[in-house]
């Protein structure tokens, strides 16, 4: 009985997966095709899309703008959010929900209200729409996971340990660097990456602040609409790799040596 | 229990001094103006029950917690303002408050790496304290491969290694099991002994103030209502208090009248002092079961309950005025429960306190 249901269970998650996996597998394996239109049989593998790709100023153009905001805003939101969750944690537990009711606000309201909602103000108060405008633009909704993230951390933490860094003679820049941080730092740069998920994959917020230019989700956009090519998928494995590298390497750099 | 041990001052100035020190957090007072002396080499402890400001007054100390008034002397220098890195204390917290980031040997090293401390050096030190301490062979864990009783060990050798003037220690043995509890207290005593440091603790274990400290200030609503050896506190509290805080007593409720006291229990003699309501005080080992001619207070009543539990016999007595005394003796009388007593002291043996 309880084996069968195990087995049972474990073929229906297995079935999860694969069904949310496969069109992963899907864009990768058609990324490395010869074929013309996304579609079986694969005659020949190849990585002509890749190639057709790399050869377009357009596409490198939108890639750097990507990292540039991805970055900026992973950088600036676990910058910001870090410090808002230290301060958070130290007011009561009651005025601190009550704040993190109102900065995640964002988070709550469609992505599609926000975006109009950035545009008019940027109109009206004259601001010029560049990458700084996205910037801005994607920190409204990352910024809210990153108080969360470190936030929630921070309930459980061993406030005796920065007291106990105090005692042994560390100032509190001191005690921070070398105790709260590292003891942080996993949860950080995880919401780090999170926010630059967030951002990398944001349509938009994105297409209603830009103005001009292309990042990767509206260059793809862009050439759905013309032409629906497999180098979209070759772009799809390159922002799969990007993330996946990006977590491997946040993982290896957040253990603490020293 | 540790002998009352002498001031071991010699009219030399104390090493840490506590003058008018209070702290109000908003409406609510956790210590009121407060004066302490605390003397190099001693093992003091800040006993109370919880919520008597004791932890606020040891971390007021440490430089944790700024006071609302009054000032902090240590060496007859004046550290009120000065932030706990700038201090000659340490402090074992009551949750260790280890590094889960570091090894148990970093952890140690860690203020004397801030210190600057040569390498060499730092590494002769780090050595000699775990072996004071006894865990040198945990210096490559982590704090989170560490059991309760090790981690407490870490604790103390990190804050040791810096050879503070004031050893602060907040609820030292309160997270260990009872048998782990005994075996540190021995160790602590042991440490205490070989350094010759002087120790300042917070419990609300008056087993382990009396089985650690030489000096004890009773603490009740944020004030210090005795101090003294402990001895001392045991056998002359000062207030009904301290005398039902420390150990087990008799208080039964009397009234003094032109410089002689009635119990309510029936008994009086005379002792000169002020009119109103006065309470005895005795210990449960000071009364006797069917007193022979030296015992001064007489009292009859009814025996309710005798447990033998080793050492001594309980007897619990309700007296004829609805109090109850508790005898300890070492030989059982044979008398049995429901039979009418008497029990009786000697007048030396009690303790009266204003109040009731």
Redesign the interface.
Known sequence: MTAVSNALWRAFGALVVALMLTPLALVVLFSFTDNALTNFPIERFSTRWFRTLFERAEFWKAFGNSLTIAGSVAVISSVVGTLAALALARLGERLANAALVTLCFPVMLPALVIGIALLVFFNKTGVPFSLATVILGHLVITQPFVILIVYARMVGF??????????????PW?AFW??TF??VSTTVIGAALIAMAISLDDFIITFFTIGGGNTLPTYIWGKVRTYLDPSINAIGTILLALTIASTVLALRLSR?R? | MAADAKRPDGGRTPLVQLRGLTKSFGPVVAVRPLDLDIYAGDFFALLGPSGCGKTTLLRMIGGFTEPSGGTIAIDGVDVTRLGPEKRPTNMVFQGYGLFPHMTVRQNIGYGLRLARVAVAERAGRVERIMDLVRIAELAERRPDALSGGQAQRVALARALVMEPRVLLLDEPLAALDLKLRKQMQEELRRIHRQIGGTFVFVTHDQGEAMGLANRIAVMEAGSCVQEGGPEEIYRQPKTRFVSSFIGEANVLAGERRAGVVTLGAGAGFAEAGADGTVSVVVRPEDVRLDPGADAEIRLDGRLEDVVFLGPYTRYRVVLDSGEEVVVHAGDAAGQAVGERVAVGWRRDRQRLVQGS
């Open positions: 061993d406030y005796a340990a920065v007291d106990s860094a105090r005692d042994l003679g560390a100032s001191v070398t105790v590292p003891m603490y020293g």
